[in-house]
């Protein structure tokens, strides 16, 4: 940093504050100084441009009226606004896969996120975490800028490497319950219940569960949900009725609907392992709605192709449904909030 004379007037002192404050902008503009850092202390800055403590806390201070630092007993930390959306700094989207290469469900995500964040005249940056390490990536965010981080996967290094980055993060279809961040997601639970209710008031009382279980934050809330609807209706919670299908859930269908014991009520709060259920059900001859009723899940966007268009022209099973536009138009709401 340029060095300055500290035998200077008022006048001087005016525009060497503004010059050491400009200094200082750039370098938080370039990404040297992130979100969540501190700038060099009074006592640094007097020694690097050799001026008066006076003038350094000059422009510091001009720094945080801008909103763009403020002060901590260890000094000026650089605030979130450093890096606005609205002055073109990207929102990063962490996902478990690139929405290129992922699934359909993950590039409707994407998309509903693209649509929101455009709306409000923002950039967005997708990267898919799968086998990335988790330190370069943050590295790059903080390279690029990044205005906040959307988190949509469950793994923890990553959730740990962003969260200590000190830049704006939120989760948003997924959630840990160890790492302190906020979570907007499908209401897992809420939807087995209502599963759940739907089933009882159909008649059924043997109600099983089949769907992942204990395996990340939206199995632990939906399998809840299940179980506690089934209790909610007075009826009897049958462990046996409820599975995991694992990787195979073709098979796991079979074997579950061939029982002689096979639920008359089930919730399977995924689609693809809903229609597994399906399938397998044709396969054995048995009706849906009749020898067995099924409740499936599916987001808005993808019903009519991923749900009722799997049905042949019939009535399909009912579905829990959700919105990925509310759910992407809610992340970004809660993420400036928490920028704020």
Same mark, same amino acid.
């Given at each position: 940093m340029t060095r300055y004379d500290t035998n200077t007037s008022v006048r001087e002192a005016g525009r060497v504050s503004a010059a050491i404050a400009g200094h200082l902008r750039e370098e938080i503009a370039s990404g040297k100084y992130a979100p969540g850092d501190f700038l060099p202390s009074v006592r640094e800055l007097m020694a690097s441009t050799g001026s008066a403590s006076a003038t350094v806390q000059r422009a510091l201070k001009s720094l945080q009226l801008e909103g763009l630092a403020a002060p901590e007993r260890k000094g000026y930390r650089v605030l979130a606004g450093a890096t606005d959306p609205e002055r073109g700094c990207p929102l990063a989207f962490l996902m478990r896969h690139s929405p290129v290469a992922g699934t359909d469900f993950l590039k409707s995500l994407f998309d509903s996120f693209r649509v929101? %964040?455009?709306?409000?005249g923002w950039s967005l940056l997708s990267q898919g975490t799968e086998g990335l390490d988790a330190e370069q990536v943050v590295e790059q965010l903080r390279l690029a800028r990044s205005s906040g981080v959307i988190l949509d996967t469950h793994? %923890?290094?990553?959730? !740990?490497? *962003?969260?200590? !980055? @000190?830049?704006t993060?939120?989760?948003a279809d997924a959630w840990h319950e160890d790492y302190g961040l906020d979570a907007v997601l499908q209401d897992g639970h809420l939807g087995g219940v209502l599963g759940t209710r739907y089933l009882a008031q159909e008649g059924c009382e043997r109600i099983g569960y089949f769907g992942r279980i204990g395996r990340d934050a939206h199995a632990r809330d939906r399998f809840g949900g299940v179980a506690a609807g089934i209790a909610a209706e007075g009826l009897d919670i049958r #462990?046996?009725?409820?599975?995991? #299908?694992?990787?195979?859930a073709a098979g796991a269908a079979r074997k579950y609907l061939a029982r002689r014991?096979? #639920?008359d009520g089930i919730v399977c709060p995924w689609t693809e392992e809903a229609l597994a259920l399906k399938g397998a059900g044709d396969e054995l001859g048995? *009706?849906?709605?009749?020898?067995y009723r099924l409740v499936g899940w599916c987001p808005e966007e993808l019903y009519e192709s991923h749900w009722a268009g799997r049905f042949g022209? @019939?009535?399909p099973a009912p579905a829990i449904t959700w919105s990925m536009h509310t759910l992407a138009e809610t992340a970004l709401a809660r993420l400036s909030e928490r920028r704020t």
């Open positions: 929101a %964040t455009g709306r409000r793994d %923890t290094a990553m959730i !740990s490497a *962003v969260r200590e !980055s @000190g830049m993060a939120i989760m #462990p046996e009725l409820f599975l995991d #299908p694992g990787d195979d014991d096979r #639920p048995l *009706v849906e709605g009749r020898d022209g @019939g009535r």
